[in-house]
């Protein structure tokens, strides 16, 4: 049951809350936030660069390489399908117990998995096994960066100034690039070191035997960091005013389906779009621009091509702290409603950027053109990515804000992420490259449609949002 709060002498009121501002240390709000998105992020995404690289050769036993590829997508889509889930757990527990605790718990449970994933035995050791054991650890993966977002888009935004959320909540989604970059960065070093020819791959290959494993098993490293500079921090303000007043629920996902479940379907949508691009400029294109000619690709050299998503990376970064700027300035819902405009044009222009007879293959591909397209599509993700930390955040009450940011974000995924790597590998082979960019167009015309009907939240105070 939620209760009123109380009017009396006992309540806190906002004002109070809000002086609690400045007791609280901001560099210690942004390294919290910011380190574990940062560990997460690297931990998911070295998962994505081997389930593109290396998995398809050492966990699946397909008839073809367009087999093992397709089966190495699917275990990469399935900690998408787990992340909802992780939601509602550690949503349940952020907004009962707190942030805090909330996300630790999370941060442990990802970073161990990771760890795990490094020290698997292949199929050719354990037969049918070793996908089945990947497969559960890459559950658990994405069970954890189910709870981890939202907590620390909620430490960031819930501890921000008035008329500064936008900004001060950009800090955890920097952890998107920066884990990209940490962990592309490391395999381009082991590559680079191991002199690995992904052109030709081979199972005696150092790196392929056991080269690969190095950036799951440092996980232990940043797991440890992590936890450091977590156990440090407060509880948010805003969480503390709801437990003093007793504003807390006991079932926040029941309480937040029973009141605003066309909140979650909208924040499902606004997130659909960004979701789609970044797997699609991440994922999908490296699959596609090493992928041999039996799957589509454009056969270029894995190493050369990790330094051109490293260089286009720095456009992500760069335009998420632009977009928290503009999204204090102008508003959250038309900024938002150009840059999915600009996302929709982008996903049209796939066939003139990446079709083969303009892009070339092997040592032939046109590495200018390539590294635009990159660099654009990065930019974009940058202006959509920077916002939604604050955006999601703002569109649910205090004791139910952990969960239905969430669920809404986590949603988001199964749609906008976890089917379309697969699917775009499967639609360059049957149609196309120009059939990736009409997807991706299609997700950012729902993402346009949900941010039309959506309400401007910059001027909504996450203190009274609970008796909207």
Not at 21 to 44: M, N, V
Request: contains cysteine; charged residues 10%; glycine residues 10%.
């Amino acid at each position: 049951m939620s209760s009123s709060p109380s009017q009396g002498s006992t309540s806190v009121s906002a004002g109070a809350a809000e002086a609690a501002h400045a007791e609280i240390p901001r560099h210690r709000i942004i390294l919290a936030s910011l380190i574990g998105t940062t560990i997460e992020f690297y931990d998911f995404y070295i998962y994505a660069t081997a389930a593109v690289s290396i998995f398809p050769l050492l966990f699946f036993h397909g008839d073809t390489d367009a087999m093992n590829l397709l089966l190495s997508m699917a275990t990469f889509g399935v900690a998408f399908l787990a992340r909802p889930l992780g939601s509602v757990i550690f949503g349940h527990f952020g907004d009962i117990v707190g942030r805090k605790a909330t996300l630790v718990g999370a941060l442990l449970i990802m970073g161990l998995a990771t760890f795990f994933i490094g020290m698997l035995p292949t199929y050719h050791q354990i037969g049918i096994w070793a996908p089945t054991m990947l497969t559960i650890l890459r559950f658990c993966q994405g069970l954890g960066l189910g709870g981890e977002w939202s907590g620390a888009a909620l430490l960031a935004s819930e501890t921000a100034k008035p008329g500064r959320r936008a900004s001060a909540a950009m800090w955890p989604q920097l952890g998107a690039p920066f884990g990209f970059i940490l962990a592309n960065g490391l395999f381009l070093v082991l590559t680079t070191l191991f002199a690995y020819d992904s052109t030709s791959p081979s199972l005696d290959d150092p790196f392929v035997v056991w080269g690969w494993r190095v950036p799951f098993l440092l996980s232990i490293v940043m797991i440890g960091i992590g936890l450091y500079v977590r156990l440090r921090i407060e509880e948010t303000p805003v969480f503390a005013r709801a437990m003093q007043n007793d504003e807390r629920v006991k079932a926040p996902i029941r309480e937040v389906f029973a009141k605003d479940w066309r909140r979650i379907v909208m924040g499902t949508f606004i997130m659909l779009a960004t979701y789609g691009l970044f797997y699609l400029m991440t994922t999908w294109i490296l699959s596609y621009a090493i992928g041999s000619a039996e799957t589509g690709g454009l056969q270029y050299d894995y190493h050369s091509f990790l330094i051109l998503q490293l260089i286009s990376i720095l456009f992500f970064a760069a335009f998420i702290p632009v977009s928290g700027a503009l999204a204090d300035k102008v508003g959250r819902r038309p900024m938002l409603l150009v840059v999915t405009a600009a996302i929709i044009v982008f996903g049209f222009t796939f066939g003139i950027w990446l079709a083969p007879a303009s892009m070339g293959t092997g040592e032939g591909m046109n590495v200018g053109l390539m590294l635009v397209f990159l660099c654009v599509g990065m930019a974009l993700m940058g202006l959509t990515f920077g916002p939604m930390s604050a955006v999601l955040p703002e569109l649910f009450p205090t004791n139910t804000r952990y969960t239905g940011s969430g669920v809404a974000y986590n949603a988001a995924s199964i749609l906008g992420a976890a089917l379309t790597p697969f699917a775009a590998s499967w639609l360059v082979q049957v149609q196309g490259v120009d059939a990736v960019g009409y997807y991706l167009a299609l997700l950012g015309a729902l993402t346009f449609v949900a941010l039309w009907l959506a309400p401007e939240t910059r001027t909504r105070s996450l203190y009274t949002a609970a008796a909207e």
